[in-house]
């Protein structure tokens, strides 16, 4: 098919997005340049101190006591920050973060804070009025008063600074999927390897044809927010086209209603495009219920009754992925599986003929459809992953001299 | 003009929350959050397509007298007792969904407990059977391959029970080690490989590239 | 003498647990009763839980500040146009606005949660400080290998074939080790149901007839 | 012949053999031997050796149905331990799927085996609050504000031992049974903001991160899954003859028998595989044998 100058506006407008971005968040970011909060919570905290006996202990007044704009928010909020005293733990000493609107201003509490934090976001402020912060020390009855900040105010910013790392990784991925389906349209043939799952589908769907037995294609039990359903759609639609041709008995039972609605207009349009819509029944995909074991038990009993010659196990599944697996191996069905759940993967590695890992099940229709668009999305894909590697090498190394600044790169939140 | 709106949708819609993954600017971030509102009410509204084929298929099995019809009628009667006290609750008919102030059920919350609960209860219980039957069969030292599979496997079973540390407490150390370190290695290389793909695919999918879940024919 | 609702627990445990043996007829009626009653039970919760509280309560209480759901609704009522033909095909934009927004959601948790912080967790220092270092070289290794069986640009020979090798052997190992953890949960799960049925079901009954 | 015959063993042989291995020693009680782990022997001896008459624990449910067959027989162990001491408790419940009906059914039934017990004097419970980490910073203080009645209704001020219980500094121990994030909460914000001491009874999935908070010293003990709690119920049996009575009652599920069940069910497992590859290998050497 002619190249649509419609996908190409599509890429260059997201393209354009992108770089439009980068400078106004590389500016933002001057603006704002302090990292971001962290989750209050004393996970790494030590073991609570018992509260220092004596009430005659002084507590030591708080230093470097600072209050800004928290960055990378919506705005209403300001976050304070100070250095805590290095006896705090032992003192068993408390903080009391005091607020008003000048630095001799008439100070009310906002909140009161144990020994161990040294940081406080200040929630639900309006944008633009100006704030002071005080912090009190406290131990037993005595306290300890803090210098007041300097006037701030609170604001909505552009740009989480927290995230570049993965603006970068978006636009390092994007650019390299994007240059290669560029790259595929122009003509350059593309190598993907073989993916013995991939190979089976057509002597799956043949064998159902000669049998004069039924292919079940179960397209996983999650809606069409999840990207492995999508997947498994599109592999749906190059199984339907080879049931239309080979006139095969299909039938797709659904647990989402939304993949149910989506997997109609995929099956419909591949008989079509088979040029046998002749063919097409409207139970051939069938809703069965919301509750994943009760769809799973229709399932495995139409399984045991009907005795499919294939069985597709194709997208997201979860516990039930052995209890359908297990029957379609019983009743002696070639049977082909594919998610990205890790947790799921043993299951269908023991119970199914061939099985799509992780990244397979998303290459799949590329690989099935072999349309050089597809293709170069898997080489783009494949060139971030050569990246990654790198990156890891140079981390891994980097680290082991004692240098983190690649592994910080990487999670910078 | 039925190909491209579809299309440009789904383009705009995709862009709304990675935009607004980086830019926490107020009106950004309400447009994504009501964008997601609005979703969950349609995932709602899906519900009925589904259960309006459900009597459609069942009533046709019934109508023609095809095999097994007699259970399609105990699938509806499921349908219509369930579905009626659960609507019915929800504007407040039979006290609600859930139990009664006073501590007895509604008749929703009795079908739930004393119907629904054990099936799904049971369905879910017969894995435990289905793992020893597949073990049995697929943990076989065929190759080299499937016997670093069915050591794992023994070895971490072996682990997991008081026998095996009485044999030897290398059995439970062993399992620690396998889940935390090899396992998890495996894990996070398929994460990520997954990770890619499954980006990847959304890619395709704003840029319009996927589109057979709309089923308008596949690439161009 | 246990209760109807004990009586009726029973009953349908016991039809599910005959499907081990063989599909009989009491299977076949627990399963599709179950199917439409757990339809049922969703219309309930769905009413009660998705469209009451984010649709109808916000609309009749505050409509000036929440007319925008009609559009939520809107898109709702679109995905029925599929029964009218004239006009099925708008039943698409619903289905497209979905799928898009989530697949933008998706993309973003996948690149930004799930990639960036397990390739930065796995740099892991290899400086020798005992055997914990070794350990490292394992996770390292593992994940380095099962990246490169990902990799679809190249055959699997030579030193790419035997990377993937090693690759495939640390899956194998992660599949039999979850295999094996899992089963003990599986169990808890099958006492649950045969607690049940022995200690509330069989034994009152029998009690009574002994 | 015959070996071929084992390779294809019908699949409802191994289902008869698990069955008979989960049914039987729910029957029959046997008692495989366990070994005691430090984590549980360190939350038995905070509660034998370092509570005395009077003192109140505080027992959260923080788990569902699904998990009941794991954590409630921790639940029942702890509270039949401590009323064995005259130990006071109160019980709340913050998990949102079940964690109430189980708090109701466990104290019931243990309750019932120790008939000197009173409501309101000995043991309380205060019901379910949404919001379950919200509820335990705020519980710190004034638990009266969190649960301003008990499960009844009644106003916690009419309750005669919450009187003296205002917040985390009158109870000398909170015991956790959780199957989610709860449980950590109690550990890594109850303990480490509020200091008071916890021992979480997790299900066997979630134990290994548990690990890392008692290493820090942010739990005084760890009952790990099933295999925790018969280890926990090993000990108060050997400590309290009377409680060896009860748990020997016919009919009672204990976790004691929970992990026969897992024992056995797992070696029926492991002999199956053994057993498949013995076949197979011995198969395999044949042909070779006549070729």
């Known amino acids: 098919m002619p190249v649509s100058s419609r996908n190409r506006v599509f890429c260059l407008s997201l393209a354009a997005v992108l770089l439009a971005v980068i400078p106004l968040l590389v500016f933002s970011a001057r603006v704002d340049g302090q990292p971001p909060p962290e989750q209050t919570g004393a996970a790494g905290a030590a073991e609570a101190a018992p509260v220092a006996e004596s009430a005659a202990v002084q507590p030591p007044v708080v230093e470097g006591l600072t209050a800004a704009d928290t960055p990378g928010d919506e705005g209403g909020s300001m976050t304070v920050k100070w250095t805590e005293p290095s006896d705090a733990a032992q003192l068993g000493l408390k903080y009391k973060v005091m607020r008003a609107d000048s630095p001799d201003g008439q100070y009310a509490e906002v909140c009161e804070l144990a020994a161990g934090e040294s940081k406080y976001m200040d929630a639900g402020l309006t944008d633009g009025k100006q704030y002071c912060y005080k912090v009190l020390s406290v131990v037993g009855p005595s306290v300890a008063e803090s210098t007041p900040t300097l006037p701030a105010f609170p604001r909505g910013n552009w740009f989480r600074m927290f995230r570049l790392n993965a603006l970068v990784l978006l636009i390092v991925f994007s650019g390299s999927v994007l240059f290669y389906i560029a790259r595929a349209r122009g003509g350059k043939p593309m190598y993907i390897r073989k993916i013995a799952g991939l190979n089976a589908v057509d002597e799956a769907v043949g064998r159902a044809t000669e049998m004069g037995k039924k292919i079940l294609y179960i397209p996983g039990i999650m809606s069409i927010d999840e990207i492995q359903t999508i997947a498994s759609l599109a592999i749906l639609g190059h199984v339907a086209k080879l049931s239309a041709q080979y006139n095969a008995d299909l039938e797709v039972p659904n647990k989402d209603p939304l993949t149910f609605a989506s997997a109609q207009e995929t099956v419909k349009e591949a008989y079509l495009e088979a040029g046998r819509p002749d063919l097409y029944r409207e139970e051939m995909v069938n809703y069965v219920t919301y509750d994943q074991f009760a769809y799973t038990a229709s399932v495995t009993g139409k399984m045991v009754r009907e005795k499919p010659a294939a069985n597709f196990l194709i997208g997201s599944f979860y516990a039930e992925s052995l209890l359908l697996a297990e029957t379609g191996q019983s009743v002696g069905a070639i049977q082909i599986s594919g998610t990205a759940e890790v947790a799921q993967l043993p299951f269908f590695v023991v119970a199914c003929d061939y099985t799509l890992i992780g990244e397979e099940l998303y290459a799949a229709s590329a690989y099935l459809s072999r349309e050089p668009v597809l293709m170069g999305s898997i080489k783009g894909q494949d060139l971030t992953k050569l990246l990654l590697m790198l990156a890891l090498g140079l981390g891994v190394i980097l680290e082991s001299f004692g240098l983190t600044y690649v592994k910080d790169a990487f999670r910078m939140q | 003009m039925r190909k491209q709106v579809p299309l440009l949708l789904t383009f705009f819609a995709g862009m709304i929350p990675i935009i607004a993954l980086f830019v926490p600017e107020r009106h950004v971030s309400t447009v994504s959050t009501t964008l997601d509102s609005w979703l969950i009410i349609v995932a709602g509204f899906a519900l009925l397509l589904g259960v309006v084929n459900v009597i459609q298929m069942n009533t046709n099995k019934i109508k023609r007298k095809s095999s097994g019809w007699p259970y399609a009628i105990v699938l509806l009667a499921g349908l219509a007792v369930m579905g009626f006290f659960g609507f019915a609750g929800a504007f407040g008919g039979f006290g609600g969904i859930a139990t009664r102030p006073d501590g007895s059920s509604t008749p929703f919350d009795w079908m739930y407990q004393h119907a629904f609960l054990p099936l799904q209860g049971t369905m879910f219980a017969l894995l435990a059977f289905f793992m020893a039957s597949a073990s049995y069969r697929a943990f076989r030292a065929r190759n080299v391959e499937a016997t670093i599979l069915l050591v794992a496997a023994l070895i971490v079973m072996f682990g997991r029970i008081p026998f095996g540390e009485m044999v030897t407490k290398w059995f439970p150390l062993t399992t620690e080690w396998i889940m935390a370190r090899p396992n998890m290695a495996a894990q996070r290389g398929i994460m990520i490989g997954a990770g890619l793909g499954a980006a990847s695919m959304a890619l395709r999918v704003i840029v319009g590239i996927e589109r057979s879940y709309l089923g308008l024919g596949k690439g161009e | 003498m246990p209760g109807l609702g004990t009586w009726l627990a029973a009953f349908f445990t016991l039809c599910m647990l005959s499907f081990l043996y063989k599909d009989n007829p009491f299977f076949r009626i627990a399963e599709s009763f179950f199917a439409g009653l757990s339809l049922g039970y969703y219309i309930g919760i769905v009413a009660n839980q998705t469209i009451k509280p984010n649709l109808v309560l916000p609309l009749m209480n505050e409509f000036s500040t929440n007319w925008h759901l009609l559009f939520a609704g809107g898109l709702g009522v679109m995905l029925y146009f599929r029964y009218i033909k004239r006009v099925a095909w708008v039943s698409r934009w619903a289905l497209a606005v979905y799928v898009g927004y989530y697949v933008g959601v998706n993309m973003m948790q996948k690149l930004h949660g799930e990639v960036l912080p397990q390739v930065g967790d796995t740099m892991l220092s290899l400086s020798w400080h005992g055997i914990g270092t070794l350990w490292n070289l394992v996770m390292v290794v593992g994940v380095l290998s099962v990246l490169i069986y990902f990799y679809f640009s190249a055959e699997h020979k030579g030193a790419v074939g035997g990377i993937s090798r090693v690759g495939i052997w640390f899956l194998m190992i992660s599949f039999g080790a979850a295999f094996g953890y899992t089963v003990m949960g599986r169990i808890s799960l099958l006492i649950g149901r045969m607690v049940f049925l022995v200690n509330e079901w069989a034994r009152p009954l029998i009690g009574l007839i002994t | ?291």
Request: with cysteine.
């Open chain 4, 1 to 291: 012949m015959n070996l071929e015959r084992i390779m294809q063993v019908d699949r409802r042989i191994i289902y008869l053999f698990v069955a008979a291995g989960t049914i039987l020693p729910i029957i029959f009680v046997i008692g495989l031997p366990v070994s005691i782990t430090p984590p549980v022997q360190m939350a038995f001896d905070r509660i034998e050796n370092q509570l005395k008459e009077g003192d109140v624990v505080l027992v959260s449910f923080d788990y569902g149905p699904s998990s009941a067959p794991e954590n409630a027989p921790m639940a029942d162990a702890f509270l039949r331990h401590c009323f064995s001491k005259h130990i006071k408790v109160v019980v709340i419940a913050l998990y949102p799927l079940g964690g109430l009906s189980e708090a109701v059914s466990e104290l019931n039934k243990v309750v019932a085996e120790f008939p000197d017990l009173e409501y309101g004097v000995d043991y309380v419970n205060l019901g379910y609050k949404d919001g379950a980490q919200a509820a335990m910073r705020k519980m710190n203080e004034n638990i009266h504000e969190v649960f301003p009645t008990d499960v009844r209704g009644t106003p916690l001020s009419q309750i005669p031992m919450m009187k003296d219980v205002r917040n985390y500094a009158d109870i000398k121990l909170c015991i956790t049974l959780a199957t989610g994030i709860i449980g950590e909460w109690w550990a890594n914000l109850v303990n480490a903001q509020f200091g008071l001491p916890v021992i979480v009874g997790p299900t066997a999935v979630s134990a290994p991160k548990y690990y890392a908070y008692l290493e820090a010293k942010q739990m005084v003990g760890l009952l790990g899954g099933l295999k925790g709690a018969s280890e926990y119920e090993r000990l108060v049996v050997n400590k309290y003859p009377h409680l060896a009575e009860v748990y020997a009652t016919p009919g009672m599920y204990t976790a004691t028998k929970g992990m026969d069940v897992q024992s056995i069910v797992h070696l029926i497992m492991i002999a199956f595989i053994v057993l498949g590859n013995v076949v197979y290998f011995t198969g395999k050497r044949k042909p070779r044998k006549a070729a």
